[in-house]
């Protein structure tokens, strides 16, 4: 009877450690954190200007992201001028290389903007959506 005890001891005993050795098993595999696990972000996004255009000219965003307009090509005169007054850059591009660039925190807007010099005589113009629920633009943008 005695001898029983103790081999009821001794597997009651290994069940035990056998549960430590299982959560503490369990316990450690999280240990490894994925880096960036879904994490914000951001990028900046280049738009050049070049031959009276800007390209990409439609450009989609998360909120949070940037663009920046570069001047590759060697007309002058150009700026980025949002039409809803958000942004404008003026006559920057004064020479090849310039840039402007502008964060775009709010989600859910389409921001149409256009050369001032070029608008009307080349159609210079484009669009920033930030935002997967963005609107698309008008025809043109
Ligand atoms: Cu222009």
């Known amino acids: 009877m005695l001898r029983m005890v103790q081999v009821n001891w001794l597997s009651r005993a290994a069940a035990a450690v056998g549960l430590l050795l299982l959560s503490s098993c369990g316990g450690g595999g999280g240990g490894s954190m994925p880096t960036e696990p879904g994490g914000p972000t951001t990028k900046t996004v280049t738009v050049t200007i070049a031959d009276f255009s800007f390209t990409p000219k439609d ?46 925190p709010t989600g859910g807007k389409t921001i149409q ?29």
């Not at 450009?59 to 001028?81: F, I, R």
């Not at 004064?94 to 660039?101: D, R």
């Open 113 to 141: 903007y256009h050369c001032m010099t070029h608008w009307h005589t080349n159609g210079m113009e484009g669009s920033i959506r930030v935002g997967a629920n963005s609107p698309p633009p008008a025809p043109g943008y």
């Open 59 to 104: 450009v989609t965003l998360n909120p949070g992201d940037s663009v920046t307009w570069v001047l590759a090509g060697t007309d002058y005169m150009h700026s980025a001028t949002a039409e809803d007054g958000s942004f404008n850059s003026g006559f920057i591009f004064t020479h090849t290389g310039a840039t402007f660039t502008q964060t775009f």
